[in-house]
């Protein structure tokens, strides 16, 4: 870890736990875990509910602070949530009194060093980025569910974050246009170098985008195994290379919860 | 323009029924006046301005207590929804008051303020402060937590996410209590002003009750008319653009 060789981890979860408390006493969310994620990765969470893997991702964003054990990015601990680590819900959490560009410059205006001129051109360009320049004035409670969640990863990307968080963001979605958006988030991200914690309870979603994907068991939730995805990007979903690999991982994963 | 026709056929119908009614001499004219004499009494009050100077005395009145009911309502809303304290004593204390007919404060604001605009400011904004501040509790415990995760997450803190994401996202609770808030400030000042004379100003309540000490059914019935009107008219002004920005953006049916 200390190798001064090494480029250090771009995310390092080290020795983290998460402990909520309830009416029947202290729940054990996420077991101690370590896990080092690389500048520009895509690492996939996996796992059935509570297994801890969307506790992590709270850990990550700073949204919620770990029991023990401390989460370091580019070596600095996170303190709290900020824009330099977005993160993507399952539910849009658009804000439905703005309409699509007002919410893409919400991050924006947050943002210091921006002119008014300048934060228009930054969104227009990432809603142009996910095919939605023509929406620009329209209404959140107008748009499909497939458009909503690109607006919201428009608004994720536009303050130009090294981070981002996803919290199984196409789970609510159709096949069809979990597809496309699979095609797309490999386009993007490939494009922008960004580093992606990705949390989802399907076992292809991981394989098809991931560089790495992360096996979780749940009571108490923890990592139990890792794998390399080495397939050849752009990946499709149904790929058969993708499906083998995917079956394999799901068997691992049964083999773990059973 | 269909829509408008129908609207106006209907209400020039509705004036024409009146009007074969008083024809048709069933009550004395005295007890149901025509159209004809309510719209002469309206023409000489506008004429001599005891119309429009009662009108803006009550209105007047109306828009301080309100906008004071509003102010206050607002933000103490907001604390007792986010404070468990603020919540058990005000929070209980405004859902009781809130049960009480304004008009009820009447007799305690004459012995506190005496005859006086105090008095009828009072009462309004006693109307006003607690419906107001209900919806706003009300809207701001019914947000969805997620917008406010999402807000951190975007650098949003404090006062920030005050203003740009819980005041906003609460809008449809607030537009409807402040609705609510203006119709019970609107029947409170109404009842003040019958039942109480004050020598500072002549409100539309107080035509109405010269109206009837004076038996002219024509100046009832025309102030009651004036009343209507207005209550319409704050409807279309205040309310309509807000609740047509809710349809638009939440896609509510306001």
Redesign the interface.
């Given at each position: 870890m200390n190798d001064p060789q090494a480029p250090p981890a771009k995310l390092l979860i080290d020795g983290v736990n998460k402990t909520f408390r309830n009416s029947r006493g202290e729940v054990l969310a996420l077991d101690t875990t370590t896990l080092a994620v690389d500048e520009g990765e895509f690492v996939c969470l996996v796992g059935p509910s509570g297994c801890g893997k969307s506790t992590l991702l709270n850990l990550v964003?700073?949204?919620d602070t770990p029991t023990h054990g401390r989460v370091l990015m580019d070596g600095n601990p996170v303190t709290?949530?900020?824009?330099e680590?977005?993160?993507m819900?399952q539910?849009h959490?658009l804000?439905?009194?703005?309409?699509v560009l007002g919410n893409v410059l919400?991050?924006l205006k947050?943002?210091p060093g921006l002119d008014a001129k300048e934060r228009v051109d930054v969104a227009k360009y990432y809603l142009k980025l996910v095919g939605l320049e023509r929406f620009l004035k329209a209404?959140?409670?107008?748009l499909s569910g497939g458009m909503r969640q690109r607006v919201a990863l428009a608004?994720a990307l536009a303050?130009n974050p090294r981070v981002l968080l996803m919290d199984e963001p196409f789970a609510a979605l159709d096949a069809m246009t979990r597809e496309q958006l699979y095609a797309d988030l490999q386009k993007i991200s490939a494009a922008q170098k960004k580093t992606v914690l990705f949390v989802t309870h399907n076992v292809r979603e991981a394989v098809c985008l991931g560089d790495r994907v992360i096996l979780f068991s749940p009571n108490p939730g923890r990592i139990r195994e890792q794998f390399k995805v080495a397939l050849p990007r752009p990946r499709d979903i149904n790929d058969p290379a993708l499906s083998v690999l995917a079956g394999e991982i799901t068997r691992a994963l049964k083999s773990h919860t059973a | 323009m269909k829509r408008l026709f129908i609207a106006t056929a209907f209400f020039a119908l509705l004036v024409l029924a009146w009007h074969l009614l008083v024809r048709a001499e069933i009550w004395s004219p005295v007890l149901l006046p025509g159209p004809a004499a309510v719209g002469e009494y309206l023409w000489a009050s506008l004429l001599d301005g005891s119309l429009a100077s009662s009108s803006w005395v009550t209105l007047k009145r109306l828009m301080i207590g309100y906008l004071i009911g509003c102010l206050a309502g607002l933000p103490l809303g907001m604390l007792t929804a986010r404070s468990n304290t603020l919540n058990d004593t005000l929070g209980v204390l405004a859902l009781g008051l809130q049960t009480l007919p304004s008009v009820c404060w009447v007799p305690l604001a004459l012995i506190w303020f005496g005859q006086s605009e105090s008095a009828m400011l009072f009462v309004v904004v006693m109307g006003t402060l607690w419906s107001v501040l209900i919806s706003v509790d009300n809207g701001v415990r019914n947000l969805p937590p997620?917008?406010t995760?999402?807000?951190?997450?975007?650098?949003?803190t404090g006062f920030?996410t005050l203003r740009?994401?819980i005041l906003?996202?609460s809008?449809p609770y607030v537009i409807s209590g402040m609705k609510q808030g203006w119709a019970f400030a609107w029947r409170s000042l109404m009842a003040a002003e019958i039942y109480v004379t004050l020598l500072s100003g002549y409100g539309l309540g107080h035509l109405l009750h010269f109206g009837r000490e004076l038996n002219a059914m024509e100046q009832v019935t025309g102030v009651m008319l004036v009343i209507v009107l207005i209550g319409l008219l704050a409807d279309k002004i205040l309310f309509s653009p807000w609740e047509r920005f809710l349809h638009?953006?939440?896609?509510l049916n306001g």
């Open positions: 964003s700073g949204l709290g949530p900020g824009s680590r977005m993160v819900f539910e959490a804000f439905p009194w703005l309409d919400f991050g947050l943002k209404s959140i409670h107008e608004r303050p | 997620i917008y995760r999402a807000a951190r997450t975007m650098g949003s920030h740009h994401v906003p996202a809008m638009r953006r939440w896609g």
